[in-house]
């Protein structure tokens, strides 16, 4: 086994190795790559002029692309005339296809032609801490040198911290004074911050071998919600309760649902919500939204204290969070999300307070926390529980910490649900003999439910 | 930006490459077989495990031309020769392609690591197979201008189809001649950056060996090879040697300044006699020179090779041939007990003063000038064998003019090459003509190659004197040298010498290979002759026959798609003329308003009365 500065020392050079091949990416055109590579093969057999002609296939090669260099160096500081503007959504969702635009005006004199576009995203490289702490998630089929240099994982870390992949396109001829709209499309490959950097236009040399870039700065910043999923219902929210300066959202206490808005479809929507003409007129899916009127209080609380190697139960764990708060506010007129990151939270929910959007945008920010235990989310939720009508527990494990802090809920009255998020089913589930999994055990669970991250969508739906 | 495919770029390549590296027939093979998938409706179902054993195919070949080409030893360098054959050897990735059913080749056919990727990316491989054969092509002539004639033209030809099209043609086609140009001289460049690099090279190698015909040697030249264990020659004999066996292979009688040298030395033409022996040894030379001096036993009668007027002598019986291939193989029959007894010349007597002086007092000493021969020789023989011991570690390098001094008067202890100077210097002093005479001890047997091993190490020098009417041989060296040298091998030399023997046989197999090439059909055809045929008759059963999707007839094309087809020509049309592309959910005809081209607008309801039907 290799000592660990031998993996530092390949550490460091990951980003030599990343800025360089995404120089050639960037800057060579397909035939260009083809070129260099057919280039370097036959100065291999052409070095000994004697023994074969090969040479002057080389020799050709390197005069294209020498010229080729010349003539990028030297138009790189000709920026061609262009106005580029970015038109986005406020929001998108983690692992569905964001669309937008990207407007771009020809502001010279004649026409622009064989350009291409790549919107950018602000990507930070990964620290050796971070390096250090990740999982490969494909480590099976890792060769041992893969395994142990761990490149793949700086990749996918790379991947995460920019937060999605972007595809170049090419750009039709823009004659003068024209403007077009590009249609783009990212996938968010995770959720929180998406911080677009900046428009680069490529622009080809006459040889089409080699591009020169240009940079329109257009940095903003969009939320990447988590990703939801239909939930079946929970068992009543209990009795409505008492609630501090309640006057006002008593004025709103009634069962019928009131029309808010339009908004495009997100994954787990209701699909009796579609608005299918404007749907028909967008072509993509829009939902209207409603703001409900009835009014109960009730928690939902997330469990963050997880290890680095569990993140993956972590983000299910978040996304059955984000569907339930779509959910519940149908249902209920308050919702409290409470977690622990770094200090204890609460955003409450409801009407007159926020939308559920809000909560969403919470729960895109939310991350794990390594250090410290279920006691401080227990002090946290029993200081507000008078004015609770119920609580749901999204928990990462079903040990005994947790059982406790269900089982002091439930001693002041309150009725719990517990939904358990990890790949392997709880002891208290395991034993049990019900078909349906739900176990309604020892009277201090009023609901338990064991969730698997690779099951996520089959077992939110229960009925 | 996608690599298009320029049409005909693959037939100008194979017949290009066929043409230059006169593989014509073979060219028009691949290229008929490439012509007929355009004809032929035959289509193989290739799933990515058929790919893959497509590439492995290639493979295989790649590895069989490989073992082929360096088994052989042909005029031309083994890379060059798979280089000429790059396109047959990679001909089974095109057919798979171009007999499939339309796909393209994923790259985890090519790549190993990729193929346990689910969706590997792909490759239409006709652009790069021809690219691979004008590489190919390179491999013919090295002067020849026609090769970068071709290729500019092919080039020329792929740049012109993929061009961004943002610079006015002249400027184009000014930028690829400046090209040309360019790279004209950067061949001619080339060219004459390696003949300087040769001549620099040549320079450097003489100062390094500035004799490589031993016309003189220097104390301290057998001491270097000393320090490796490098199998140098395998000596078979026909009866076990109970002593070691010294072979000659250079004599020299002048001395000079630590340095010795031959007087006279004419190599002229010389014809060995093949006359028998009591004794006889076969002696395989494993060094790839241009010439070599032959080793000889002492009392050689004959000598037997392949050679044919190639072999030079000078007059003190160093034998020279010349132009030797990469493995020379030699039979001698000699006799020991039968010496030379061509007569001494003055040389052969001959001190510098300053040596003769230096001489003097362990003359004196000895009491050489008042012995007679025999009995010089034996009192010579006796004082290095009571007072000098063998050693190679001479400390610290002293004054070159110094070092026979030092070794008999005050350190006492040196290599084979002191005591032999010594040797031969003592006893001209005694007026007894000498020689210093170099070659290699043969004692290690190899019991596994059942020969005698003589490495580096077992380089030796030693003295012949003249003494009652003939040269004999003195070695007054200490016996344990060989043992001392021995004992300066690594940890690791039986495993380099398991290694050096496999190299030896296979440089010895690939020689005999070449010097009796196979005439008719090899024997390894016959072996995969059913192989082929089973394969063959394999692949035609696993055909499927399909509507040809590059047949000419428009009719017989994709048959559920003319409708759309028109309409997507006029799409591309208008795109092609610098519209922007149509929105989403936007209808072709909206767009057409859209973009104020309604003259097209009869074509589009045209595409929709044929799509779904009605007014």
């Given at each position: 086994m290799?000592?660990?500065?031998?993996?530092?020392?390949?550490?460091?050079?990951?980003?030599?190795?990343?800025?360089?091949?995404?120089?050639?990416s960037?800057?060579?055109?397909?035939?260009?790559?083809?070129?260099?590579?057919?280039?370097?093969?036959?100065a291999?057999?052409?070095?000994?002029?004697?023994?074969?002609a090969?040479?002057?296939?080389?020799?050709?090669?390197?005069?294209?692309?020498?010229?080729?260099?010349?003539?990028?160096?030297?138009?790189?500081?000709?920026t061609?005339?262009?106005?580029?503007?970015?038109?986005?959504?406020?929001?998108g969702t983690?692992?569905?296809?964001?669309?937008?635009?990207?407007?771009?005006?020809?502001?010279?004199?004649?026409?622009?032609?064989?350009?291409?576009?790549?919107?950018?995203?602000?990507?930070?490289?990964?620290?050796?801490?971070?390096?250090?702490?990740?999982?490969?998630?494909?480590?099976?089929?890792r060769?041992?040198?893969?395994?142990?240099?761990?490149?793949?994982?700086?990749?996918?870390?790379?991947?995460?911290?920019?937060?999605?992949?972007?595809?170049?396109?090419?750009?039709?001829?823009?004659?003068p004074?024209?403007?077009?709209?590009?249609e783009?499309?990212?996938?968010?490959?995770?959720?929180?911050?998406?911080?677009?950097?900046?428009?680069?236009?490529?622009?080809?040399?006459?040889?089409g071998?080699?591009?020169?870039?240009?940079?329109?700065?257009?940095?903003?910043?969009?939320?990447?919600?988590?990703r939801?999923?239909?939930?079946?219902p929970?068992?009543?929210?209990?009795?409505?309760?008492?609630?501090?300066?309640?006057v006002?959202?008593?004025?709103?206490?009634?069962?019928?649902?009131?029309?808010?808005?339009?908004?495009?479809?997100?994954?787990?929507?209701?699909?009796?919500?579609?608005?299918?003409?404007?749907?028909?007129?967008?072509?993509?899916?829009?939902?209207?939204?409603?703001q409900?009127?009835?009014?109960?209080?009730?928690a939902?609380?997330?469990?963050?204290?997880?290890?680095p190697?569990?993140?993956?139960?972590?983000?299910?764990?978040?996304?059955?969070?984000?569907?339930?708060?779509?959910?519940?506010?149908?249902?209920?007129?308050?919702?409290?999300?409470?977690?622990?990151?770094?200090?204890?939270?609460?955003?409450?929910?409801?009407?007159?307070?926020s939308?559920?959007?809000?909560?969403?945008e919470?729960?895109?920010?939310?991350?794990?926390?390594?250090q410290?235990?279920i006691?401080?989310?227990?002090?946290?939720?029993?200081?507000?529980?008078?004015?609770?009508?119920?609580?749901?527990?999204?928990?990462?494990?079903?040990?005994?910490?947790?059982?406790?802090?269900?089982?002091?809920?439930?001693?002041?009255g309150?009725?719990?649900?517990?939904?358990v998020?990890?790949?392997?089913?709880?002891?208290?589930?395991?034993?049990?003999?019900?078909?349906?999994?739900?176990?309604?055990?020892?009277?201090?669970?009023?609901?338990?439910r064991?969730?698997?991250?690779?099951?996520?969508?089959?077992?939110?739906?229960?009925? | 930006?996608?690599?298009?495919?320029p049409?005909?770029?693959?037939?100008?390549?194979?017949?290009?490459?066929?043409?230059?590296?006169?593989?014509?027939?073979?060219?028009?093979?691949?290229?008929?077989?490439?012509?007929?998938?355009?004809?032929?409706?035959?289509r193989?179902?290739?799933?990515m495990?058929?790919f893959?054993r497509?590439?492995?195919?290639a493979?295989?070949?790649f590895?069989?031309?490989?073992v082929?080409?360096?088994?052989t030893?042909?005029?031309?360098?083994?890379?060059?020769?798979?280089?000429?054959?790059?396109?047959v050897?990679?001909?089974?990735?095109?057919?798979?392609?171009?007999?499939?059913?339309?796909?393209?080749?994923?790259?985890?056919?090519?790549?190993?690591?990729?193929?346990?990727y689910?969706?590997?990316?792909k490759?239409?491989?006709r652009?790069?197979?021809a690219?691979?054969?004008?590489?190919s092509?390179?491999?013919?002539?090295?002067?020849?201008?026609s090769?970068?004639?071709?290729?500019?033209?092919?080039?020329?030809?792929?740049?012109?189809f993929?061009?961004?099209?943002?610079q006015?043609?002249?400027?184009?086609?000014?930028?690829f001649?400046?090209a040309?140009?360019?790279?004209?001289?950067?061949?001619?460049?080339?060219?004459?950056?390696?003949?300087?690099?040769e001549?620099?090279?040549?320079?450097?190698f003489?100062?390094?060996?500035?004799?490589?015909f031993?016309?003189?040697?220097?104390?301290?030249?057998?001491?270097?090879?000393?320090?490796?264990?490098?199998?140098?020659?395998?000596?078979?004999?026909?009866?076990?040697?109970?002593?070691?066996?010294?072979?000659?292979?250079?004599?020299?009688?002048?001395?000079?300044?630590?340095?010795?040298?031959?007087?006279?030395?004419?190599?002229?033409p010389?014809?060995?006699?093949?006359?028998?022996?009591?004794y006889?040894?076969?002696?395989?030379?494993?060094?790839?020179?241009?010439?070599?001096?032959?080793?000889?036993?002492?009392?050689?009668?004959?000598?037997?090779g392949?050679?044919q007027?190639?072999?030079?002598?000078?007059?003190?019986?160093?034998?020279?041939w010349m132009?030797?291939?990469?493995?020379?193989?030699?039979?001698?029959?000699y006799?020991?007990?039968?010496?030379?007894?061509?007569?001494?010349?003055?040389?052969?007597?001959?001190?510098?003063?300053?040596?003769?002086?230096?001489?003097?007092?362990?003359?004196?000493?000895?009491?050489?000038?008042?012995?007679q021969?025999e009995?010089?020789?034996?009192?010579?023989?006796?004082?290095?064998?009571?007072?000098?011991?063998?050693?190679l570690d001479?400390?610290?390098?002293?004054?070159?003019?110094?070092?026979?001094?030092?070794?008999?008067?005050?350190?006492?202890?040196?290599?084979?090459?002191?005591?032999?100077?010594?040797?031969?210097?003592?006893?001209?002093?005694?007026?007894?003509p000498?020689?210093?005479?170099?070659?290699?001890s043969?004692?290690?047997?190899?019991?596994?190659?059942?020969?005698?091993?003589?490495?580096?190490?077992?380089?030796?020098?030693?003295?012949?004197?003249?003494?009652?009417g003939?040269?004999?041989?003195?070695?007054?060296?200490?016996?344990?040298w060989?043992?001392?040298?021995?004992?300066?091998?690594?940890?690791?030399?039986?495993?380099?010498?398991?290694?050096?023997?496999?190299?030896?046989?296979?440089?010895?197999?690939?020689?005999?290979?070449?010097?009796?090439?196979?005439?008719?059909?090899?024997?390894?055809?016959?072996?995969?002759?059913?192989?082929?045929?089973?394969?063959?008759?394999?692949?035609?059963?696993?055909?499927?026959?399909?509507?040809?999707p590059?047949?000419?007839d428009?009719?017989s094309?994709?048959?559920?798609?003319?409708?759309?087809?028109?309409?997507?020509?006029?799409?591309?049309?208008?795109?092609?003329?610098g519209?922007?592309?149509?929105?989403?959910?936007?209808?072709?005809?909206?767009?057409?308003?859209?973009l104020?081209?309604?003259?097209?607008?009869?074509?589009?309801?045209?595409?929709?009365r044929?799509?779904?039907?009605?007014?």
């Amino acid at each position: 086994m290799m000592p660990c500065s031998f993996r530092r020392l390949f550490f460091r050079q990951f980003s030599l190795v990343y800025r360089i091949s995404f120089w050639f990416s960037r800057h060579l055109s397909p035939l260009g790559h083809f070129l260099l590579g057919l280039l370097m093969v036959s100065a291999a057999f052409g070095a000994n002029t004697h023994a074969a002609a090969a040479y002057q296939l080389s020799a050709l090669l390197a005069a294209l692309f020498c010229l080729a260099l010349l003539w990028s160096f030297f138009s790189r500081r000709a920026t061609p005339p262009l106005s580029v503007e970015r038109l986005t959504p406020t929001y998108g969702t983690m692992g569905e296809p964001m669309r937008y635009q990207i407007a771009i005006i020809n502001t010279g004199t004649s026409t622009e032609r064989g350009l291409s576009l790549l919107d950018c995203l602000d990507v930070r490289f990964p620290n050796w801490k971070e390096f250090s702490a990740s999982v490969d998630s494909d480590k099976e089929h890792r060769n041992p040198f893969d395994r142990y240099v761990g490149f793949h994982r700086w990749q996918e870390l790379m991947r995460m911290n920019r937060g999605a992949s972007m595809a170049e396109k090419t750009l039709p001829d823009l004659p003068p004074g024209l403007r077009i709209t590009v249609e783009m499309e990212l996938t968010p490959l995770r959720r929180g911050r998406l911080r677009f950097d900046r428009v680069c236009i490529y622009r080809p040399e006459p040889f089409g071998l080699l591009r020169t870039r240009h940079t329109f700065p257009l940095p903003k910043v969009r939320c990447v919600l988590p990703r939801c999923h239909p939930v079946s219902p929970l068992p009543p929210a209990g009795s409505r309760s008492y609630q501090h300066g309640g006057v006002a959202l008593a004025n709103a206490v009634g069962e019928s649902e009131e029309f808010l808005s339009l908004r495009e479809f997100r994954h787990g929507d209701v699909p009796r919500n579609i608005h299918w003409r404007s749907s028909a007129k967008l072509g993509r899916l829009v939902v209207k939204e409603f703001q409900d009127e009835y009014f109960v209080r009730r928690a939902l609380v997330l469990d963050t204290f997880c290890v680095p190697s569990r993140t993956e139960e972590f983000e299910a764990a978040v996304s059955v969070a984000a569907s339930l708060a779509i959910r519940e506010p149908q249902r209920d007129s308050l919702l409290d999300l409470l977690f622990i990151e770094q200090q204890a939270h609460c955003f409450t929910a409801g009407r007159g307070l926020s939308e559920t959007v809000g909560m969403l945008e919470v729960l895109a920010g939310v991350q794990p926390i390594a250090q410290g235990t279920i006691e401080l989310l227990t002090q946290h939720v029993l200081q507000g529980a008078s004015a609770l009508s119920s609580v749901v527990c999204v928990l990462l494990a079903w040990d005994q910490p947790r059982k406790n802090f269900v089982e002091s809920l439930h001693a002041i009255g309150l009725p719990v649900s517990v939904l358990v998020v990890q790949e392997q089913p709880p002891d208290t589930i395991q034993e049990s003999t019900e078909a349906d999994s739900v176990l309604k055990t020892e009277s201090v669970l009023s609901y338990l439910r064991h969730i698997r991250p690779s099951h996520l969508a089959d077992d939110l739906q229960w009925n | 930006m996608e690599l298009k495919y320029p049409a005909l770029s693959l037939p100008l390549a194979l017949l290009f490459w066929g043409w230059q590296s006169e593989m014509l027939p073979l060219a028009a093979v691949i290229l008929i077989l490439a012509i007929l998938s355009l004809k032929t409706p035959w289509r193989w179902e290739m799933g990515m495990a058929e790919f893959h054993r497509v590439g492995d195919l290639a493979t295989v070949l790649f590895g069989f031309a490989i073992v082929y080409f360096y088994s052989t030893d042909g005029d031309t360098p083994p890379i060059y020769q798979i280089l000429r054959w790059l396109p047959v050897l990679s001909s089974p990735l095109l057919f798979g392609q171009i007999y499939s059913m339309g796909q393209l080749l994923p790259l985890s056919s090519l790549f190993y690591s990729m193929r346990r990727y689910a969706n590997p990316s792909k490759l239409d491989i006709r652009l790069p197979y021809a690219f691979l054969c004008i590489l190919s092509a390179g491999s013919g002539n090295p002067d020849d201008q026609s090769y970068y004639i071709g290729v500019t033209a092919f080039v020329l030809w792929v740049l012109w189809f993929n061009r961004p099209k943002r610079q006015p043609l002249i400027v184009w086609l000014l930028c690829f001649a400046l090209a040309v140009i360019l790279g004209y001289g950067i061949q001619t460049g080339h060219v004459k950056l390696q003949a300087e690099a040769e001549e620099w090279a040549a320079d450097w190698f003489t100062a390094w060996e500035p004799d490589p015909f031993k016309a003189r040697t220097a104390i301290g030249d057998r001491g270097n090879l000393k320090l490796s264990s490098r199998v140098l020659l395998k000596v078979y004999s026909d009866q076990p040697l109970h002593h070691p066996l010294l072979l000659k292979e250079a004599t020299y009688d002048r001395y000079s300044d630590q340095h010795w040298y031959v007087s006279n030395a004419l190599f002229l033409p010389y014809t060995p006699s093949q006359q028998n022996g009591p004794y006889q040894i076969t002696v395989l030379h494993l060094l790839a020179q241009h010439s070599v001096l032959l080793a000889m036993p002492s009392g050689m009668s004959g000598v037997d090779g392949p050679w044919q007027n190639d072999l030079l002598r000078n007059r003190l019986g160093t034998i020279k041939w010349m132009e030797t291939p990469p493995v020379t193989r030699y039979r001698v029959a000699y006799d020991p007990n039968v010496k030379d007894s061509t007569g001494p010349t003055t040389f052969d007597t001959q001190l510098p003063q300053e040596t003769s002086e230096m001489l003097a007092p362990l003359a004196r000493d000895l009491n050489l000038r008042r012995l007679q021969p025999e009995q010089a020789v034996a009192t010579i023989a006796d004082f290095f064998a009571t007072h000098f011991a063998y050693s190679l570690d001479l400390g610290k390098p002293r004054n070159s003019g110094e070092a026979l001094r030092d070794f008999l008067y005050r350190r006492h202890a040196g290599h084979c090459e002191y005591f032999a100077t010594a040797t031969t210097l003592l006893l001209r002093t005694a007026a007894i003509p000498a020689r210093y005479v170099v070659g290699y001890s043969v004692q290690e047997f190899d019991w596994d190659g059942k020969a005698y091993l003589v490495r580096k190490r077992h380089a030796h020098a030693w003295t012949e004197a003249y003494v009652n009417g003939a040269w004999q041989t003195l070695d007054n060296t200490p016996t344990r040298w060989a043992e001392e040298e021995a004992k300066a091998d690594p940890w690791w030399q039986p495993v380099a010498d398991v290694w050096s023997s496999w190299a030896i046989a296979i440089k010895v197999w690939r020689w005999e290979r070449g010097q009796h090439p196979q005439q008719g059909f090899p024997w390894w055809g016959w072996l995969m002759l059913p192989l082929g045929v089973w394969l063959g008759w394999r692949l035609y059963r696993s055909r499927k026959k399909v509507a040809n999707p590059l047949s000419t007839d428009p009719s017989s094309r994709l048959p559920d798609q003319p409708k759309d087809l028109e309409y997507s020509r006029l799409e591309q049309k208008i795109l092609a003329s610098g519209h922007p592309p149509r929105n989403p959910g936007e209808t072709p005809l909206r767009w057409l308003r859209r973009l104020g081209l309604e003259i097209h607008e009869q074509e589009v309801l045209e595409f929709y009365r044929r799509r779904y039907g009605g007014e």
